[in-house]
Nanobody, 124 residues
């Protein structure tokens, strides 16, 4: 079993950038496909970005494509998402999640392990 802890959230102005980090413990991160999800107030938790076990494949929600970049460092047991050109619509609690699926999944049901989330607030 893996434990995940997110960090890096905060308040940023529209157009600004943030880098979220997800640190894993308990099991080698390379075992898992990783994803970032977010949940805004009154909204469903939605997929943001995913990365394959060795990092050679990534996938993004259309809403963040070209602005967000997911990456991982298995040696450091960490996953990151660089978020640029942030918009007020990006404000949410961001969650890191781990999946044992070999395939890169975009639905939360395929992710068994979750962090506690980190808040991102974007001011207009």
């Amino acid at each position: 079993q893996v434990q995940l802890v997110e960090s890096g959230g905060g308040l940023v102005q529209a157009g600004g950038s943030l880098r979220l980090s997800c640190a894993a413990s308990g099991r080698t991160l390379s075992t898992y496909t990783m994803g970032w999800f977010r949940q805004g107030p009154g909204k469903e938790r939605e997929f943001v970005a995913g990365i394959s076990r060795n990092g050679d494949s990534t996938y993004y929600a259309d809403s963040v494509k070209g602005r967000f970049t997911i990456s991982r460092d298995n040696a450091k047991n960490s996953v990151y998402v660089q978020m640029n050109s942030l918009k007020p619509a990006d404000a949410a609690v961001y969650y890191c999640a781990a999946s044992l699926s070999i395939l890169l999944r975009t639905t939360k049901e395929h992710y068994a392990y979750w962090g506690q989330g980190t808040q991102v607030t974007v001011s207009s």
